[in-house]
């Protein structure tokens, strides 16, 4: 397994122990010499916080086969941050740059062990992570730089443009999760189709939020790198921090994903004629993969986003189907669909052959043959797609009176009809000639939740009729993994699960939520990888805990099969 990258994992309350896995520091060959720079590596956790004090620990590894007794450690403070009193080793510069180095006593680091010293420091709420921390020239974190998954297959997660807004969940919470490095993929949700079919920017309300995409000040405790973005500049908001983030993870391709569920409305309208697909598409690439922002909020102008997007994902929901009852949907959505994705992809092979890159093209595609039958030429389509991901949640929820799973692999010999299943879905997809390769399963980082709900035969609550949906933090109805975890540490629930059905749910005699937990992702992975699938999606990243816990479980299953 890979070094991970250099992390602080935030006091989660104010005088609080933090506990922090260590990195994990890659093997290096014993040292002929007494200061191997490479034989270095520094850890660091922020051990208590009060009112505008903290307390730190940096702990010096040598992984060499020889003591160090001459280090450097170089680092800077985000804003806000700055060290008070430094005891047990020597000290120099500001919060712009701080050198530290050994005692004037001497302290020497064994071979393959460790030397530790403390600090007191003042903050500012914000994040007191070392920044851009090197060891005798090197790295913090015993690498060169990003290293991304451990494996060869897809993990992709949706970050909602409203995430940091209404969920409190940053970009810089996919760093300090470990979520970033186990991610090959994020989609950027959503863009939006204007009634004249093209995308665009605005903060009109329900239509778009500029602010949180490009121009929203963000404060550096929120900020991947632990600097704030300048009031001056072109580019704030999400859209910088995801530019950040790509910048410490190389690996990490990010698309834009235009539509969803609310902003499908007018898709049919832009893929109706020539004209209609040429101008989508030409607004999008100027605007996305361009770069090309509409000033507002101060921010934005030609070129600041370019970068940012690698590629473009097409969440229309759904050609040729009832979707959201405000949608435009026509008969002839099917074949003009088709027509889009053509558009998209000589577009993009277009601006890849101007900047010598690949933009890579995909699509959240439905659970149910019926959809596909109504809406997708999947023969003419998957060649255009570098990839597609299958729903596989949201398969019975609130909206139904009766309990159910909402994201079984297979079908549960309890499941009133109609029944559905990720098996029965691959096999809609399969039978119409899709490669698998090209499938990337959907797992939700969230519950489907009903109260009112007797026990049952089985005592479990699963498959009964229920008074309605149960109250979430967020929705009435649905509740985030990071959440239902709380409900089931707290012991008022009892925790059921379907092994085959990789499913799992809690029930307290009253209240039923059915939702994917460690477990159940693990399976839901292996399950995808074994029918040749290239790998998983996750809608959302943010319904994770702080530990990242859920991704990680599908981090572990993607690299040990």
């Known amino acids: 397994?890979?070094?991970?990258?250099?992390?602080?994992?935030?006091?989660?309350?104010?005088?609080?122990?933090?506990?922090?896995?260590?990195?994990?520091?890659?093997?290096?060959?014993?040292?002929?010499?007494?200061?191997?720079?490479?034989?270095?590596?520094?850890?660091?956790?922020?051990?208590?916080?009060?009112?505008?004090?903290?307390?730190?620990?940096?702990?010096?590894?040598?992984?060499?086969?020889?003591?160090?007794?001459?280090?450097?450690?170089?680092?800077?403070?985000?804003?806000?941050?700055?060290?008070?009193?430094?005891?047990?080793?020597?000290?120099?510069?500001?919060?712009?740059?701080?050198?530290?180095?050994?005692?004037?006593?001497?302290?020497?680091?064994?071979?393959?062990?460790?030397?530790?010293?403390?600090?007191?420091?003042?903050?500012?709420?914000?994040?007191?992570?070392?920044?851009s921390c090197t060891v005798n020239g090197a790295p913090c974190s015993g690498d060169d730089g990003d290293t991304g998954p451990d494996h060869d297959h897809l993990s992709v997660a949706y970050?909602?443009?409203?995430?940091?807004?209404?969920?409190?969940?940053?970009?810089?919470?996919?760093?300090?999760?470990?979520?970033?490095?186990?991610?090959?993929?994020?989609?950027?949700?959503?863009?939006?189709v204007s009634a004249d079919g093209e995308c665009f920017m605005t903060d009109d309300e329900g239509e778009g939020d500029a602010l949180a995409d490009y121009g929203h000040t963000v404060p550096a405790g929120q900020s991947v790198d632990g600097v704030a973005d300048d009031p001056g500049q072109d580019l704030r908001g999400n859209f910088n921090q995801l530019l950040k983030l790509k910048e410490q993870n190389p690996h990490l391709s990010i698309s834009v994903s235009l539509g969803?569920?609310?902003?499908?409305?007018?898709?049919?309208d832009a893929a109706l004629t020539e004209e209609s697909r040429e101008r989508l598409v030409e607004s999008c690439v100027d605007l996305y993969l361009r770069g090309n922002l509409p000033e507002l909020n101060e921010a934005g102008g030609e070129g600041v986003a370019y970068g940012v997007f690698d590629g473009i994902d097409l969440d229309w929901e759904w050609p040729g189907t009832d979707g959201n009852p405000h949608n435009v949907v026509r008969p002839e959505d099917k074949e003009n669909f088709t027509a889009l994705v053509q558009e998209f992809r000589d577009?993009?092979?277009?601006?890849?052959?101007?900047?010598?890159?690949?933009?890579?093209?995909?699509?959240?595609?439905?659970?149910g043959g019926w959809r596909l039958d109504s809406g997708y030429e999947l023969d003419e389509l998957m060649p255009n797609f570098d990839f597609v991901m299958v729903q596989g949640y949201d398969y019975h929820g609130t909206w139904e009176s009766v309990t159910n799973h909402q994201s079984n692999l297979v079908t549960d010999a309890r499941d009133p009809e109609p029944v559905i299943s990720a098996e029965l879905i691959r096999d809609a997809y399969v039978s119409r000639g899709v490669d698998p390769a090209k499938i990337v399963l959907g797992i939700p980082f969230y519950g489907q939740g009903w109260t009112g709900v007797e026990a049952g035969p089985e005592g479990d609550g699963i498959f009964q009729p229920a008074a309605g949906p149960a109250r979430g933090t967020y929705a009435t109805g649905t509740e985030e993994y990071r959440f239902l975890e709380e409900k089931v540490a707290s012991g008022d629930f009892e925790l059921f699960r379907n092994e085959d059905a990789g499913t799992a749910w809690i029930y307290d005699g009253e209240t039923f939520w059915n939702y994917d937990d460690e477990i159940a992702v693990g399976q839901k992975t292996e399950w995808a990888l074994d029918n040749g699938y290239s790998g998983v999606m996750i809608w959302a990243i943010d319904g994770d805990n702080a530990q990242g816990d859920l991704l990680a479980a599908i981090d572990e299953a993607l690299r040990t099969n």
């Not at 443009?161 to 940053?170: I, P, T």
């Not at 577009?347 to 659970?367: C, I, K, Y």
Request: include cysteine; aromatic fraction near 12%.
């Open 1 to 131: 397994m890979r070094a991970r990258p250099f992390r602080n994992r935030m006091a989660a309350c104010a005088a609080a122990t933090v506990l922090v896995a260590p990195l994990m520091v890659a093997a290096f060959p014993a040292a002929a010499e007494e200061t191997p720079a490479t034989g270095l590596t520094v850890t660091y956790v922020e051990s208590a916080r009060w009112n505008t004090g903290y307390s730190g620990e940096i702990v010096v590894h040598n992984a060499s086969g020889t003591p160090v007794s001459d280090w450097t450690i170089e680092f800077s403070l985000p804003d806000g941050s700055r060290i008070h009193q430094l005891w047990n080793a020597t000290l120099s510069g500001d919060p712009a740059g701080y050198t530290v180095t050994p005692p004037h006593w001497g302290a020497s680091v064994p071979a393959g062990g460790t030397y530790s010293f403390g600090f007191n420091g003042l903050h500012t709420d914000g994040s007191t992570d070392l920044v």
């Open 159 to 192: 970050y909602t443009q409203w995430s940091a807004r209404e969920r409190d969940y940053h970009v810089a919470d996919l760093v300090g999760s470990g979520s970033a490095e186990r991610l090959t993929h994020i989609q950027y949700a959503f863009g939006n």
């Open 260 to 268: 969803g569920w609310n902003w499908s409305r007018y898709f049919s």
């Open 347 to 367: 577009q993009l092979d277009e601006f890849g052959d101007e900047t010598d890159r690949h933009f890579e093209l995909s699509a959240f595609v439905p659970a």
